[in-house]
């Protein structure tokens, strides 16, 4: 493998015209669609830049010559490659024919300030109360998906949400693309293989799964459930690994538990639907909606909680606790949007043990039914 020092220099070199982008802390992702055409998202904004490569064959040979770096090649047989930078920014590579226009890539960055709790409130992300009552949820060791669109912010309030496990507790994450960054001792992170340029050497998302269970974890986290392990991820949740969380693509609580159930379709073990959903309805007891607004705010819109039992005619039961309201005397739109208790009471009082009493803010009393 060569050395970290002389990738850097590569990157410096063959993405020499997006390198002020990569340097900007502001900037969130490079898009190049093709050597003339770049875009950037700062601060929550995407434009067009004035950047280009060369030509064509000069941005596809900067590529090539990234990827070598990560074992990687783009050939025919491998048009979709993902990888990363030497700060540990993501890449994802998209070839012809795949990509209609020629090869294109988009740069996630690796933002290296992690934001926490405190700082998602004062973004107005959420509020003091939400963010007290999720604090209660993880100690109570409910089991939680983060849903929302792409770049809603799921995957930084996981990482945010999870400053709230007692140190004590050991927990496993399991990532496709590492992209977490639990500010915690006692944990494990596995990352998921993509099958070397021979086809060999891949490891599953699944088979991190089934590792993970030997791991003895309290908790595994799940940085996005996309496919056949969402039925892995229902199952440890309801044997034993209560506290377990990940993110999944989807637009409201409802549209992630069905999402969820069709993705353990995936999983090609034979269940049938009603029992899937009673295990989906037991598994997951919180949903944490998030969606992207104007001038790039990430809102928490909803939380959600799951009743363990299904409806007669198999439906799932969703009560929601908080949901996106007009704070009051304001009539403009979005800006004034605050999360907010909508009245209903959580059944999680039932579920706490004495040691977290202390936990219990007053906002969040009436919410527990405890005012
Ligand atoms: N609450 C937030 N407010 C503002 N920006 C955010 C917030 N959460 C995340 N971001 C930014 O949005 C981008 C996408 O965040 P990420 O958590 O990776 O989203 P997702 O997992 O939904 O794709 C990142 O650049 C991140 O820094
Ligand atoms: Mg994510």
Known sequence: MPSQELFVQTVEHYLAPIKAYLADPGVTEVMINRADEIYIEKDGQVSRTDAKFADQE???????????????????????????????????????????????VTIRKFSKMVLDVDWLIELGTLTRQASDFLNLAVLAEQNMLVAGGTSSGKTSLLNALSSFIPDEQRIVVIE??????????????????????????????????????????DRIIIGEVRGGEALDMIQAMTSGH??????????????????????????????????????????????????RHIGGRRLVTQISEVDHATTEAGHYNLRDLFTLRRADGDDQADKQMQLTWTGERSAMAGRLSGEYQDQITDTIKPILGMD
Do not use: W
Not at 195 to 216: H, K, M
């Open 58 to 104: 000069a941005f596809e040979a900067a590529i090539n010559n990234i990827l070598q770096y990560t074992g990687r090649s783009l050939s025919d047989d491998q048009p979709l490659v993902d990888s990363r930078l030497p700060d540990g920014s993501r890449v994802h590579v998209a070839k012809a024919p795949c990509a209609r226009n020629g090869t294109a």
């Open 176 to 217: 496709d693309s590492a992209e977490l960054q639990l500010q915690k001792n006692h944990l494990i992170s596995l990352e998921a293989q993509q099958p070397d340029r021979y086809g060999s050497g891949a490891v599953t998302i699944r088979e991190l799964f089934r590792s993970s269970l030997r791991l003895r974890p």
């Open 242 to 291: 209560g506290g377990s969380m990940g993110t999944l693509h989807a637009n409201s609580p409802a549209d992630a538990l069905n999402r969820l159930e069709t993705m353990a379709l995936m999983s090609k073990v034979e269940l049938p639907l009603h029992a899937l959903r009673g295990q989906v309805a037991s598994a997951v007891d919180l949903v944490v909606q998030m969606s």
